[in-house]
């Protein structure tokens, strides 16, 4: 076999990740975008750097941190323990954690952006007809930022797929636990397994540009079709 059942494991640990990762960034996301995009806070832009720190910060620094964080002797490792439970580092949990502080900016930016981009007069003309707040929000927003939430959930879990230096920080090399395809393509590299790197690799590749020319096909149709 060309993959391995290690590499399987890796694809299948990725995609699983992925997946979680993208739900749960769109949960918390969408609200964060929303508050961004309405806020009129004079120090909103302090937010706004957090949430964009993972895009200048190298993985390595924002995996250290996590992985103390999560460790045994960290704050969030040492309260898992004292709980009977165990550290989140070297976990699957631990992974999505990591992948959604590093992912986070993918997702809020765009729906931060598609939210900014319907004005207020929409909702204002909503409110005219009784509409409550949250109303305006599922009824008038997110349809209307529609294209946001697609691009906001295609270029997280596209991100997510090709993690590497968090995801090695904070989970480390485990494989059928922790290993994703990014760090198993790194292994072939290294034992100059280049055959099952290049297999690998294009998996990637073609599931990303696949994923990226669906996001950019929908949103010249819905352009063409919105008056």
């Known amino acids: 076999m060309i993959l391995s059942e290690n590499d399987l494991a890796a694809l299948g640990i990725t995609?699983?990740?992925?997946?979680?990762?993208?739900?749960?960034?769109?949960?918390?996301?969408?609200?964060?975008a929303w508050w961004l995009a309405r806020s009129r806070w004079r120090f909103k832009f302090m937010i706004e750097a957090i949430v964009a720190l993972p895009l200048v910060l190298p993985p390595t620094v924002l995996g250290f941190?996590?992985?103390?964080?999560?460790?045994?002797?960290?704050?969030?490792?040492g309260l898992m323990e004292a709980l009977g439970g165990r550290p989140l580092a070297f976990t699957f949990t631990g992974l999505?954690?990591?992948?959604?502080?590093?992912?986070?900016?993918?997702?809020?930016?765009?729906?931060?952006?598609?939210?900014?981009a319907i004005g207020r007069r929409p909702l204002e003309v909503a409110a005219t007809l009784r509409a409550s707040p949250l109303d305006r929000f599922f009824t008038v927003a997110v349809p209307l930022a529609g294209p946001g939430f697609l691009t906001a959930a295609v270029l997280g879990f596209a991100h997510t797929l090709g993690e590497f230096g968090v995801v090695l920080m904070i989970g480390g090399n485990i494989p059928g636990v922790t290993q994703v395809l990014s760090i198993a393509i790194?292994?072939?590299?290294?034992?100059?397994?280049?055959?099952?790197?290049?297999?690998?690799?294009?998996?990637?590749?073609?599931?990303?540009?696949?994923?990226?020319?669906?996001?950019?096909?929908?949103n010249r149709r819905f352009s063409v079709v919105q008056p």
Request: hydrophobic share 60%; no cysteine.
């Open 186 to 218: 790194y292994d072939h590299v290294e034992a100059l397994e280049y055959t099952q790197a290049h297999w690998l690799s294009a998996v990637l590749l073609l599931f990303s540009f696949s994923m990226l020319m669906v996001v950019y096909a929908l």
């Open 96 to 116: 999505v954690i990591g992948s959604v502080f590093y992912s986070l900016p993918f997702v809020v930016q765009p729906l931060q952006s598609a939210f900014s």
């Open 15 to 32: 995609l699983r990740l992925a997946v979680v990762t993208t739900l749960i960034l769109l949960l918390i996301g969408t609200p964060l």
């Open 65 to 77: 941190y996590l992985l103390v964080a999560l460790g045994p002797h960290g704050p969030v490792g």
